[in-house]
């Protein structure tokens, strides 16, 4: 068996900056609520329609390319993470794979939310260990902008989220001291319906009704306050079973890079798992929730400003809708 590292990272984030104080002009919120609740400062939406998850992926690929050393048409398989595909089908992986130029290449969608990365990671990890293939790109990329509601109803899920776009570059290495060292991943589908969107429903023919407009089920659901119980559960009891199982201390870890959810979530989970705040990379006071892209985003993000590199270990930590969880722990470097 091969050992798989993350070989490059790169992000892309859509230039229009969205602040508290704008969303407070379209329905009742204000920058002290956000801020107090989550953390979230800013984020960042499209620019114009037209523009979906595949095409803030491209940047982001060319990007995790670069700096990975390999150019786009190295790439021998796909795995793209979200929860705002371009369009019900086919996956946004099909559609990115075209506009960077690389046919024939196969490419997969995985459909679990804030915990999407961590699962492909997973997979890609099982494809580079196997030797089934070398450059894998594993994609995290959403646009929510769309997606969500504009109105005093759907203001407390609408204030979380933001686009973005972040990719990891996963491929073999010889050195036993680098790469994807152990990823766990769960799931709890009886949470399913405390973080959904109900409508398009294939349950209801037609899929689609005016009623489902009128009653607000196209928009995301959130009961807030058993997700953060949730999350602040999870995350730590998974975080602390990939530490044990490796034999890993806090003080072995570099860096804990958690999905970007909220930053009170963030903050109970270092202190659960007694991690020093300036352990822990925060960036969503800037970019707020962006689901699948957050993990890999945050990574490349402490990469570029070199709070972290090769060598260094690196604790990763994700919930979110479905339920779904993970942890996982990479060595950086190949
Ligand atoms: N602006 C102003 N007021 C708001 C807003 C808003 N955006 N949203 C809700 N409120 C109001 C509510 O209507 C309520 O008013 P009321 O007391 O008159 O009924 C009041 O604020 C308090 O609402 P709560 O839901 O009790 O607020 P809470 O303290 O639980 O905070 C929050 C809400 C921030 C969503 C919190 O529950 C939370 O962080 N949950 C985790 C959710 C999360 O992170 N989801 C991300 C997606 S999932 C993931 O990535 C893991």
Redesign the pocket.
């Given at each position: 068996m091969k050992r798989a590292a993350i070989l490059g990272v790169g992000h892309y984030v859509p230039s229009r900056v969205v602040t508290n104080d704008d969303?407070a002009k379209l329905?009742?919120?204000?920058d002290e609520?956000?801020r107090q609740?989550?953390g979230i400062q800013e984020r960042r939406y499209i620019e114009h329609d037209g523009i979906g998850s595949s095409d803030l992926a491209v940047p982001a690929v060319q990007a995790a390319c670069e700096n990975a050393g390999i150019d786009v048409k190295d790439i021998d398989a796909i795995i793209f993470a979200t929860l705002s595909p371009d369009h019900v089908f086919p996956g946004s992986g099909c559609f990115l794979q075209d506009k960077l130029g690389i046919p024939c290449v196969p490419a997969m969608d995985i459909r679990n939310?804030?915990s999407g990365f961590l699962y492909g990671l997973k997979v890609a990890d099982a494809w580079v260990q196997t030797g089934m293939y070398q450059r894998v790109a594993v994609v995290g990329a959403e646009v929510h902008s769309t997606g969500i509601e504009f109105a005093?109803r759907g203001?407390?899920?609408?204030?979380?989220?933001g686009d973005g776009a972040a990719c990891a570059i996963v491929g073999p290495t010889e050195r036993e001291d680098r790469g994807i060292i152990d990823i766990e991943v769960h799931a709890d589908g009886s949470g399913a319906k405390l973080?959904w969107i109900e409508a398009a429903d294939s349950t209801q023919t037609p899929r689609m009704q005016q009623r489902m407009i009128d009653e607000g089920t196209i928009w995301p659901s959130?009961?807030?306050?058993?997700?953060?119980r949730?999350?602040t559960d999870k995350m730590p009891e998974v975080a602390r079973s990939v530490m044990q199982r490796n034999g890993v201390t806090n003080d072995d870890i570099k860096l804990l890079v958690p999905?970007?959810?909220?930053m009170?979530?963030n903050e109970f989970v270092a202190k659960k798992l007694e991690l020093p705040a300036d352990k822990v990379v925060h960036n969503i006071q800037k970019y707020g929730?962006t689901?699948a892209a957050?993990i890999p985003l945050a990574l490349s993000e402490a990469m570029a400003e070199g709070r972290c590199g090769d060598g260094d270990l690196i604790l990763f930590a994700?919930?979110?809708?479905g339920f779904t969880w993970g942890a996982g722990l990479v060595r950086l470097g190949s």
């Open positions: 969303l329905f009742d919120t204000s609520w956000i609740r989550t939310q804030c005093d203001r407390d899920v609408t204030v979380l989220f973080l959130m009961n807030g306050k058993q997700v953060f949730w999350a999905h970007q959810a909220n009170r979530i929730n689901t957050s994700a919930f979110g809708s």
